[in-house]
C-alpha cells in the first residue's frame, strides 16, 4: 500500500495537478483582489481556496505516510510544510494578517519545478561567496558616502547634508535612479564632481555587481554538474545491478543445463 501511494506522489501526472492546483489557486488569489469579483464570486472563490487548501494538506499527509522519517530530512518537505501551516491558521481576530499570506502558497512552485528548485539551491549554495560581495559593496558605499558627505554636503544638504543621506543617495545612484539630476546639481557647483559619481557607478555597477552575477552563475554550474554526478552515480548503480542479475541469471542457467546433462548421461543406456 505504501508502495503504491509512492508511485502516485512521485508520478509525472500526480506532479502536474499539483501544479495546475497551484496555479489556479494563485489565480482566485489575485481576482480576490478586485472588489467587483468579490460581489459578484466570493462563494465560488472562497470554495475554490480550500479546495486547493485540502489538496495540499492531503499531500502533505501523504508524503508523511509514505516517507515517514525521511519526510523531516527533505528541506523542501519542511518548506512545504510552514506554507501549508501558514494557511491552516485561522485568519480572525489578530491573525487576520495571514489572510494575505495565503498568497505565499504559490511559493510552492519552487519545490515542485525542478528547474526552479535548482536555482534557489544554486542561490543558497553562492550565499558564502556572495557575503564577501555584500561586504564589499558595503565598504565602497561607506567610503563613497564619508567622501561625498565631505566634498558635496554644503551644497546640496538634501543629497549629501549628513552621513545616512549621503548613503541613501549613492545607493540610488548605484541602481541608475535619476542619478544624472544629482550629478548636475552637484556640477553646478562643482563641475569636476562627474569624475566621482562615473567611478562610483563603474565600481558598484559594473564591477561588484556583475561579480554577484558571476557568483550565482558559478554556483548553478556547481549544481548543474553535482545532479549530473548523481545521476551518472544512479545509472552506473543501476547498471551494476542490472548486470549482476544477469550473470546470476546465466549461473542459474548454466547449472539448470549441467544438471540435464547429468541426468541424461545417467538415464542413457549402456
Not at 508502495?3 to 481576482?31: D, K, M, Y
Not at 472563490?45 to 495540499?56: K, Q, W
Not at 564619508?146 to 545616512?164: D, H, I, N, Q, R
Amino acid at each position: 500500500m505504501r508502495e503504491r501511494a509512492r508511485l502516485i506522489i512521485e508520478s509525472p501526472r500526480f506532479q502536474r495537478f499539483v501544479i495546475a492546483v497551484i496555479l489556479i489557486n494563485a489565480a482566485t488569489l489575485g481576482l480576490e483582489t478586485f472588489p467587483w469579483v468579490m460581489e459578484n464570486a466570493a462563494p465560488v472563490l472562497g470554495a475554490v481556496d480550500h479546495a486547493a487548501l485540502y489538496v495540499f494538506v492531503a499531500e502533505l499527509l501523504a508524503k508523511v505516510y509514505v516517507y515517514r522519517g525521511r519526510f523531516a530530512r527533505d528541506p523542501w518537505n519542511i518548506f512545504d510544510t510552514v506554507i501549508v501551516a501558514i494557511a491552516v491558521l485561522p485568519a480572525a481576530g489578530g491573525l487576520s494578517v495571514l489572510r494575505a499570506l495565503r498568497i505565499l502558497r504559490v511559493l510552492r512552485l519552487v519545490s515542485i519545478v525542478p528547474s526552479l528548485r535548482r536555482v534557489v539551491n544554486a542561490l543558497l549554495a553562492a550565499m558564502p561567496g556572495m557575503s564577501s560581495i555584500v561586504v564589499l559593496l558595503t565598504l565602497v558605499l561607506y567610503v563613497g558616502g564619508v567622501m561625498a558627505t565631505k566634498l558635496y554636503g554644503s551644497t546640496a544638504p538634501e543629497y549629501f547634508g549628513s552621513l545616512p543621506v549621503s548613503l541613501f543617495t549613492l545607493f540610488q545612484t548605484m541602481t541608475g535612479e535619476a542619478w544624472p539630476d544629482i550629478a548636475r546639481e552637484v556640477m553646478a557647483a562643482h563641475p569636476s564632481a562627474w569624475i566621482f559619481f562615473v567611478v562610483f557607478i563603474l565600481i558598484c555597477s559594473f564591477v561588484v555587481l556583475n561579480l554577484f552575477m558571476a557568483v550565482v552563475v558559478s554556483a548553478m554550474d556547481d549544481e548543474k554538474h553535482a545532479e549530473e554526478e548523481a545521476l551518472a552515480e544512479v545509472v552506473e548503480e543501476t547498471s551494476a545491478s542490472a548486470t549482476n542479475a544477469i550473470m546470476a541469471e546465466l549461473a542459474a542457467l548454466r547449472a539448470e543445463v549441467r544438471q540435464l546433462r547429468e541426468e541424461v548421461s545417467v538415464s542413457a543406456p549402456g
